[in-house]
């Protein structure tokens, strides 16, 4: 980020992304804490501060109630802890990934969280015979409408891989139905 904030000094004002062609792009940093997420919270914190002295740190300004977009947006997933993400009370650069699957719940808002994620199928099942149900679709786009309500990016992930043209349905599905940001794992089959 640096070789690219030197290279374009003289067309912006600010630190710029790593996309050449969409400078203004922040990169979501998800990192998915598997093990204890309080434990590892220090070293995180220890190991962005070098972002944050360079402003790169997408953050939640909590005096002017506002998302101010840097280069880089960290959220954290997994066992990560929701408490940690709140505790900073007027420059929050850490966000969470909500659950997708409680997203009515009042405490997850655009002031903490970036993403609401859920198992697809955990939460509303696979399509059966590759077509979702009626009860499947209602459900999809309620969480989809209440985390966009709420501003954040609806993300489901465990969905089904195979065969392909079920996998290629359900991706068409969520970009009609709104999500946020497609999880996927053939970047390939995108277009």
Not at 48 to 64: A, I, P, V
Request: positive net charge.
């Amino acid at each position: 980020m640096q070789s690219q904030t030197d290279t374009n000094r003289p067309l912006y004002n600010s630190a710029i992304g790593v996309f050449d062609s969409s400078p203004d792009t922040s990169l979501i940093l998800l990192l998915d804490m598997k093990s204890n997420g309080a434990a590892m919270w220090s070293l995180l914190q220890q190991q962005l501060e070098h972002f944050r002295q360079k402003d790169w740190l997408s953050y939640w300004d909590c005096r002017n109630r506002r998302f101010v977009s840097r280069p880089l947006t960290v959220v954290v997933t997994g066992n990560a802890p929701f408490e940690m993400v709140e505790a900073n009370s007027t420059h929050r650069d850490i966000f969470y990934d909500a659950p997708l699957d409680d997203i009515q719940n009042p405490r997850y808002t655009v002031e903490n969280s970036y993403y609401a994620s859920t198992s697809m199928q955990a939460s509303v099942g696979w399509p059966p015979a590759g077509r979702f149900t009626p009860r499947q679709i209602k459900s999809i786009k309620k969480q989809i409408s209440i985390a966009t309500e709420k501003r954040l990016k609806a993300r489901y992930w465990n969905t089904p891989n195979w065969p392909i043209s079920v996998r290629n349905s359900v991706w068409s599905f969520l970009i009609r139905s709104g999500v946020g940001v497609l999880n996927v794992d053939d970047l390939f089959e995108l277009d």
